[in-house]
Structures are given as C-alpha cells and as structure tokens.
C-alpha cells in the first residue's frame, strides 16, 4: 500500500495563498496520473486539479482555474498545490492521491486549509 501524507494546510485571510505538499510513501509515483480533491464541512469529496505523470498535463475544476497550480517533482515523489487568491468557499480539508484512485493507494489524513473573510 502507498502511504499518502497531505501538509501545508492552516488558516489564511480572504486573497491570501497556501502551498499544500503532498508525500509519497511505499511507491513511486511517477509513471502515474496525480490529483487533488478537497471535502467541505458537509459535502462530498470533489476534485480540485489533475497533473499526468510527466507534468506535462494539468487539468482544474471551474471553480479554482486561474488560481491554483498543481506541480510534482517526481524525483523526491511529492505534488504540490500552490493555492492563490483564496476564497472562503476554498475552506475543505485537502487530499491528494493518484488519479483516478487506486486499492492500492490509502488516502491521508488530508490538510485542513481555512480560508476567513
């Protein structure tokens, strides 16, 4: 099983930014699709930003294109979600796993990011 470690999440005033990090343990990663997800208080987990394997490739939800950008340096197995412009609606505990997710894979306790106004 990968072990999947989320960081970089805290509590940050409206317009603000946030670099979220994710850590891959177990596996390497680098020859496979990569994603963050985010979960509001009372809602389901929803994608937020998709990297391919080379890096080549990013994809974002509607809802943060143009504010956030999703990275990876394979060679240390991290992704990265830099987060500018920060809006309340922002505010969900943050996940990263391969994409689409994996048996193989255990999601992490995610970063709690709290955006206020």
């Known amino acids: 099983q990968v072990q999947l470690v989320e960081s970089g999440g805290g509590l940050v005033q409206v317009g603000g930014s946030l670099r979220l990090s994710c850590a891959a343990f177990?596996?390497?990663?680098?020859?496979?699709?990569m994603a963050w997800f985010r979960q509001a208080p009372g809602k389901g987990r929803e994608f937020v930003a998709h990297?391919?394997?080379?890096?080549?490739?990013?994809a974002y939800a509607d809802s943060v294109k143009g504010r956030f950008t999703i990275s990876r340096d394979n060679t240390k197995n991290m992704m990265y979600l830099q987060m500018n412009s920060l809006k309340p609606e922002d505010t969900a505990v943050y996940y990263c796993?391969?994409?689409?997710?994996?048996?193989?894979?255990?999601w992490g306790q995610g970063t709690q990011v709290t955006v206020s106004s």
């Open positions: 177990g596996r390497t990663l680098s020859n496979f699709g």
């Open positions: 796993n391969v994409n689409p997710p994996s048996s193989w894979t255990n």
């Open positions: 990297i391919n394997w080379s890096g080549d490739y990013t």
